[in-house]
């Protein structure tokens, strides 16, 4: 039923490191055979699929085949042909239904990273799989009060999933706020980093980067390298940007712009925070406002330390220098002045409320067994085993505690997690988000709100690779009897 597991493939490796690194040999597109003359391509997004009347019925085929990556046809993943898939734009109380169909040679599902919606049956229950040629029709039910943000979807079969996002399958869902800020226009980035061979065909990480975490050689936005974007000074414009890359963590800064954030991951901030830059770790989202002025700037990656393997030789893990991801240009005469954005309520601070429960949950990185293990509490996952039981309507605290070298990317699905202290310095301020970085030999606390569904779902480092290598477990949450 299981394909071969990452674990396997990872022991197999061991036997011929070398054998089985295949970047050696071959060239890879990389920035610079690209760059020119596709850089500097005119702005594109995905295609956009807005929900009507409450309802938003579409079919999202995964396959394998010719795809447009930074203006050249390549071999990769995408949804509907395209990398990235479509656009999902909702409202709160809306209803999602998608059929996933499989045109790909590999089992694959659906998950909607982020979305308040019940994990169980044809909801966002990552336990399903749908085989080659298959098909099956998720059903999506979003509250009346479901928080505004950028959310986006992705494959999730336990095994699969770093080589199925990796290899390009992703999109942007949005939801609306009740009152959108007033913006002269809205942008999506979804930012994925991918590597492909000199003939345009994916090329498979070595079992290093298996452990480390794939990055690819190219990222891109919007499936483009380095595309440019216009506006006038003074107009204001609002960027959602997804990290969708299966391991790189991205630093964003835009020199000579003026950056706010409205939001991370879900929901919205009381007022807009200025920043000089965003980090974002593996799935995580930022609602930025960005504020043109006259002149030419660049959105920058800039190089995000992640920690180091400690083991393998030592070498440490960053995500590197990526130059340039887009090119803003500002002219013209200047856009109408807009209104001040409008405060929104402030949210409900967990801190406020006495945990039902408190759990410590240990992230770890070892060697055994012929390979190198990921493990939260000493456990690799089990789809069968339920790790944590938590009642419906109460909140927890959970410390999360890093016992290795690396960086883990902590993600929840369904309840977004509220951080109360890091390495046990409380936090000012309500900060809440669905993937929360635990540094190195370091720990982080939240607090859960575990409300509205029942049901089984996931936790797991959103470094891909590592999911698929094991560092997941399994939440149930049970209403009371
Ligand atoms: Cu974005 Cu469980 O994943
Ligand atoms: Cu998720
Ligand atoms: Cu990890």
């Keep these: 039923m299981q394909p071969i597991s990452r674990r396997r493939a990872l ?89 996933l169909v499989n045109s790909l040679g590999t089992v694959t599902n659906l998950h909607v990273h982020g979305l308040y919606v019940s994990p169980e049956g044809n909801g966002d229950n990552v336990f399903v799989a749908v085989q080659p040629g298959e098909s099956f029709d998720y059903d999506y039910q979003l509250p009346e009060d479901h928080p505004p943000g950028v959310y986006w979807y992705h494959p999730h079969h336990h ?17 609306e706020d009740p009152d959108e800020p007033p913006v002269t226009r809205e942008r999506v980035l979804v930012v994925s980093d991918i590597t492909l061979d000199d003939a345009g065909r994916l090329r498979q990480p070595s079992t290093m980067a298996r452990m480390m975490g794939r990055e690819g050689e190219l990222v891109l936005v919007n499936g483009q390298v380095r595309p440019t974007l216009t506006a006038r000074p003074g107009e204001r414009e609002r960027w959602r940007i997804i990290n969708a890359c299966s391991a790189r963590y991205l630093r964003l ?125 000493g456990k690799e996952f089990d789809a069968q085993r339920i790790d944590q039981t938590v009642q419906v309507g109460t909140v927890e605290e959970w410390t999360l505690t890093n016992a290795s070298s690396m960086d883990h990317p902590v993600h929840l699905h369904v309840w977004p997690m509220q951080i109360v ?45 590592h999911e698929d290598n094991g560092m997941m477990g399994v939440v149930e949450a049970q209403r009371a009897p």
Excluded at 12 to 33: F, I, N, Q
Excluded at 267 to 294: I, S
Excluded at 449 to 456: K, L, S, V
């Design 11 to 99: 022991q197999l490796g061991g036997l011929g490191l070398a054998g089985v690194a295949l970047g050696g040999t071959g060239l890879a597109w990389s920035r610079e055979s690209v760059l020119d003359p596709r850089t500097g391509a005119d702005w594109s997004e995905p295609k956009l699929l807005s929900s009507e009347n409450g309802l938003l019925r579409v079919r999202l085929e995964a396959a394998e085949g010719p795809l447009t990556i930074a203006g050249r046809e390549a071999t990769a993943y995408g949804y509907n042909g395209g990398l990235p898939g479509p656009t999902l734009r909702l409202r709160p109380g809306d209803r999602l239904q998608a059929r």
């Design 159 to 175: 095994g699969m999933v770093a080589d199925q996002v990796f290899g390009g399958l992703y999109g942007a869902i949005i939801v």
């Design 253 to 377: 800064r835009l020199d000579g712009q003026q950056m706010q954030l409205l939001g991370i991951d879900s929901g919205r901030f009381p007022q807009p925070r200025d920043v000089d830059e965003v980090v974002l770790a593996t799935g995580n989202r930022a609602d930025l406002l960005v504020t043109a002025a006259e002149g030419a700037s660049t959105l920058d990656g800039l190089a995000v330390d992640r920690g180091s393997a400690g083991m393998m030789g030592g070498s440490g893990t960053s995500s590197g220098n990526v130059g340039a991801l887009a090119t803003l240009r500002v002219t013209g005469t200047p856009g109408p002045q807009l209104p001040a954005i409008p405060a929104q309520p402030v949210p409900v601070d967990l801190r406020d409320v006495e945990p039902a429960a408190r759990r410590r949950l240990t992230f770890a990185m070892g060697m055994g067994g012929g390979g190198m293990s990921f493990t939260i509490d």
């Design 421 to 465: 202290a890091e390495a046990g310095r409380p936090v000012d301020g309500v900060i809440r988000q669905d993937v929360v970085n635990v540094p190195a030999r370091s720990d982080v606390t939240v607090r859960v709100a575990f409300d509205e569904f029942g049901g089984r779902t996931v936790y797991h480092c959103h470094i891909l690779d």
